[in-house]
T-cell receptor
Framework: RKEVEQDPGPFNVPEGATVAFNCTYSNSASQSFFWYRQDCRKEPKLLMSVYSSGNEDGRFTAQLNRASQYISLLIRDSKLSDSATYLCVVNEMGGSQGNLIFGKGTKLSVKP | SAVISQKPSRDICQRGTSLTIQCQVDSQVTMMFWYRQQPGQSLTLIATANQGSEATYESGFVIDKFPISRPNLTFSTLTVSNMSPEDSSIYLC????????FGPGTRLTVL
């Protein structure tokens, strides 16, 4: 099975900082892309989908570069509550979400 | 979104025993997915459970080890059979609803 690679971190940043995570995927035929957030000892939760044109949701901006096969997540004005592990997720085959490939996650710690 | 519950939330089991994990969804869904998250690892799909047919297992997972039931459109069970310490993991059920939503997980420790 193809891979999704992420920098495991941890990223330790002060409140208010801007932080960016990158993720690369190996299957050029991948169909759709997502960022999930997983708090310690909790289940993953969908943060946002990633569209080819890029998309923004408040302080969060996701970008997709199909040519280079990478996905990014930018968090502006970091809050303490942003501390979590961020999972990059790729749907290789389209259709069912059960075809998702998860990265191991990047851990973010926002300090006061 | 979806409201998903799992039971038990955690368990400590002896080698060689079996544990059945239950997953309940707040509304009917066609497919339910069972994932495993081992310490420090990414989530891995075990199988897809469809109502009225046998589950579809991913490479590396077999029905004898992880039998699945799907008696109706809101419920599924995953059994971890003949457990060994290598089965210690978090097991999560999930459903698709405009994105993949997960239950709270079952934290299994096998001694």
């Amino acid at each position: 099975r193809k891979e999704v690679e992420q920098d495991p971190g941890p990223f330790n940043v002060p409140e208010g900082a801007t932080v960016a995570f990158n993720c690369t995927y190996s299957n050029s035929a991948s169909q759709s892309f997502f960022w999930y957030r997983q708090d310690c000892r909790k289940e993953p939760k969908l943060l946002m989908s990633v569209y080819s044109s890029g998309n923004e949701d408040g302080r969060f901006t996701a970008q997709l570069n199909r040519a280079s096969q990478y996905i990014s997540l930018l968090i502006r004005d970091s809050k303490l509550s942003d501390s979590a592990t961020y999972l990059c997720v790729v749907n290789e085959m389209g259709g069912s979400q059960g075809n998702l490939i998860f990265g191991k996650g990047t851990k973010l710690s926002v300090k006061p | 979104s979806a409201v998903i519950s799992q039971k038990p939330s955690r368990d400590i089991c002896q080698r060689g025993t079996s544990l059945t994990i239950q997953c309940q969804v707040d509304s009917q869904v066609t497919m339910m997915f069972w994932y495993r998250q081992q310490p420090g690892q990414s989530l891995t799909l075990i199988a897809t459970a469809n109502q009225g047919s046998e589950a579809t297992y991913e490479s590396g997972f077999v029905i004898d080890k992880f039998p699945i039931s799907r008696p109706n459109l809101t419920f599924s069970t995953l059994t971890v059979s003949n457990m060994s310490p290598e089965d210690s993991s978090i097991y999560l059920c999930s459903v698709e609803r405009g994105g993949l939503f997960f239950g709270p997980g079952t934290r299994l420790t096998v001694l």
